[in-house]
């Protein structure tokens, strides 16, 4: 599935990552299969029951660095030499394309089975996707006791679950609501106005018109494909585009530092919340 459940993740991942998942089990227990466990091996058996072989798509929980964790946590140091360097991380993934792993500046990686399907002939590769779709379907739904009929549907079940959470979780709180109106006055100040204030809606807000840009370069390369897509791009292509990013970054931060320091805390166990629930870590 290449670059898979690419809106999704970013939008889960848009605050950065944390540990709050659920209690792990004793060590005289068998730790019972996550939902994205149980999806996974589902899909493994019925994609070899189609005659394919199918690598789960379950990586082991990395632990957050010291800046990782102060950026989660709300730190305005962390979160400025973070900036400073990669800005939003939306282009810097073209500007920094060497630096993989734990602190990827882009957060996204390639599917275990891309080199499955990468090795197969045209005609094997149309009968594996012929079977993917199906079987993703059919492993979702009965891991996650919900009605799934496609990646997409489920990409936007996760999508409207983690919207809800976030709404329920910030937009009646007053102190965020007056933070993030403070927040949004700084921007429309320094020229970048924002559409939705609202606690829930404004960390996104800010980065919008960048994740704006980059897709549209995605479609005018692939106008073929559906969706966001990523575009090719070489590191001086995206220098531009990084560099307003950059300062983006650090305008937002200095008009949101306060509104950040009291809301990431909860947005990242909120997040992670609805990312477990539904198969996404």
Not at 9 to 27: E, N
Not at 34 to 40: C, L, T
Not at 139 to 152: D, I, M, N, P
Not at 196 to 202: E, K
Request: hydrophobic share 40%; proline share 7%; aromatic share 10%.
């Amino acid at each position: 599935m290449g670059l898979q459940r690419l809106t999704t993740v970013l939008t889960i991942l848009l605050v950065g990552g944390s540990s709050a998942l659920p209690s792990a089990p004793s060590a005289t227990q068998r730790p019972p299969l996550s939902p994205k466990e149980r999806r996974e091996s589902l899909m493994a058996d019925c994609m070899k029951r189609h005659g394919f072989r199918y690598v789960q798509d379950v990586q082991p929980q990395v632990p957050l660095t010291k800046a990782q964790r102060g950026m989660v946590e709300g730190d305005y140091s962390a979160m400025l030499a973070d900036r400073l360097k990669y800005g939003f991380r939306i282009f810097a993934r073209y500007v920094f394309p060497n630096e993989t792993g734990p602190n990827d500046v882009a957060g996204f990686r390639e599917h275990p089975n891309n080199a499955t399907i990468n090795a197969l002939s045209r005609t094997q590769a149309e009968a594996y996707f012929k079977a993917q779709a199906p079987c993703y379907a059919w492993a979702a739904q009965t891991a996650l006791g919900r009605k799934v009929t496609s990646v997409e549907d489920l990409d936007r079940q996760v999508t409207e679950a983690l919207h809800t959470a976030h709404r329920q979780a910030h937009d009646a709180d007053p102190l965020l609501v007056a933070k993030a109106r403070d927040f949004a006055a700084c921007m429309a100040a320094k020229g970048r106005p924002v559409a939705d204030p609202r606690p829930s809606q404004i960390a996104g807000e800010t980065r919008k018109p960048l994740f704006d840009q980059l897709w549209e370069l995605g479609r005018r390369q692939w106008p073929r494909m559906k969706g966001d897509v990523l575009p090719e791009l070489t590191r001086f292509e995206a220098a531009p585009y990084f560099r307003e990013e950059r300062q983006a970054a650090l305008d937002d931060l200095e008009c949101g530092k306060d509104f950040y320091r009291l809301f990431f805390p909860r947005s990242t166990a909120v997040g992670m919340r609805v990312a477990w629930e539904w198969g996404e870590e």
